[in-house]
């Protein structure tokens, strides 16, 4: 994650699992099709648009998060 940290993101919430995922901007997403990967929950699989921002704590310090495409995290459709 440490290209995506420097890049930037903001902590998403699968609100059917709990798992916590790295909002990326959509400029971060690769360009070679495989986005819809990055669309659903890593976990459950639930889409990601169902996702809410992320409390202080809900991700334990210094793990790895999962990089995912939320629609509006970054005010992007
Ligand atoms: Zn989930």
Partial sequence: MTA???????EYK?????WVHAA???????????LGQYLR????????FSFAPAAQ?????????QPIFVPRA???E
């Fill in 57 to 65: 704590g809900d991700a334990p310090v210094g793990c790895t998060l």
């Fill in 14 to 18: 699968c609100q059917k699992c709990g």
């Fill in 24 to 34: 990326i901007p959509r400029s971060a997403l690769p360009q070679d099709g495989s």
């Fill in 41 to 48: 929950c890593f976990q459950c699989h639930a889409p990601s």
């Fill in 74 to 76: 970054w005010g992007e």
């Fill in 4 to 10: 995506d940290r420097a890049l930037g993101y903001k």
